[in-house]
Nanobody, 122 residues
Framework: QVQLVESGGGSVQSGGSLRLSCVAS????????MGWLRQAPGKERERVAV???????SYVDSVKGRFTISQDNAKNTLYLQMNSLKIEDTAMYYC????????????????WGQGTQVSVSS
């Protein structure tokens, strides 16, 4: 049974930082495409950052230079370091996994976590 458990969300002021974690069980994340996706109320789900099994990464334009996706294979844990947070980063953040290559969409991932809320205020 695959489980993805996110943590690290919270409330922060604009310009602040948070680090999200996603502990995986039932899969070996180094052999999967891993991603962080987010959804704000009334908005479409968005693919924020992805790391493929070959360690290549990609980011949505709005977070480039501010967010960093990484993984610790020994801990089977995925991270998202979020710096210089903006109000528009407010959303529920989900960890997701799929067999490579990484899915191009935002809903066709095999496995999902329950989500962790990030709220950024002025």
């Amino acid at each position: 049974q695959v489980q993805l458990v996110e943590s690290g969300g919270g409330s922060v002021q604009s310009g602040g930082s948070l680090r999200l974690s996603c502990v995986a069980s039932g899969i070996t994340i180094s052999t999967y495409c891993m991603g962080w996706l987010r959804q704000a109320p009334g908005k479409e789900r968005e693919r924020v950052a992805v790391i493929d099994s070959d360690r290549s990464t990609s980011y949505v334009d709005s977070v480039k230079g501010r967010f960093t996706i990484s993984q610790d294979n020994a801990k089977n844990t995925l991270y998202l370091q979020m710096n210089s947070l903006k109000i528009e980063d407010t959303a529920m953040y989900y960890c997701a996994a799929d067999r490579p290559p990484c899915p191009g969409g935002t809903r066709n991932w095999d496995y999902w976590g329950q989500g962790t809320q990030v709220s950024v205020s002025s």
